[in-house]
């Protein structure tokens, strides 16, 4: 079962930066692949904060937009998900998600039933 494995997480001041990666256990074309990143805040339901399609177009939640970006290398296969003036609200356990798009579209990238291949997470601790 094909699976992303998440990595980077760990426990920050406000203000601060962390930088998250996201690879899958199989190799994965990412140019033929709409990936995400979600957040899912202690009692809250798993939210959608980034997306980026197969031709490395970009779509951020409003909440993160301007402090985090997302990005990949196609060739290695590699995601990221550089987080910078990361406030309290930004805690939680990140996911990475992908799902196979032959129009390297992601349109509905914040709803999760989009996508095929999950991870674990990584947890994100940003104190105030």
């Known amino acids: 079962q094909v699976h992303t494995e998440e990595a980077g997480g760990g426990s920050v001041p406000a203000g601060g930066s962390l930088r998250l990666s996201c690879t899958t256990s199989?190799?994965?074309?990412?140019?033929?692949?709409?990936m995400g990143w979600f957040r899912q805040a202690p009692g809250m339901d798993r939210e959608g904060i980034a997306a980026?399609?197969?031709?490395?177009?970009?779509d951020y939640a409003d909440s993160v937009k301007g402090r985090f970006t997302i990005s990949k290398q196609n060739a290695q296969s590699i995601m990221y998900l550089q987080m910078s003036s990361l406030k309290p609200e930004d805690t939680g356990m990140y996911y990475c998600a992908a799902v196979r798009r032959w129009d390297n579209d992601c349109y509905y990238w914040t709803l999760n039933e989009v996508y095929k291949y999950w991870g674990q997470g990584t947890p994100v601790t940003v104190s105030s």
């Open positions: 980026i399609d197969g031709k490395g177009r970009q």
């Open positions: 199989e190799f994965l074309g990412f140019s033929e692949y709409c």
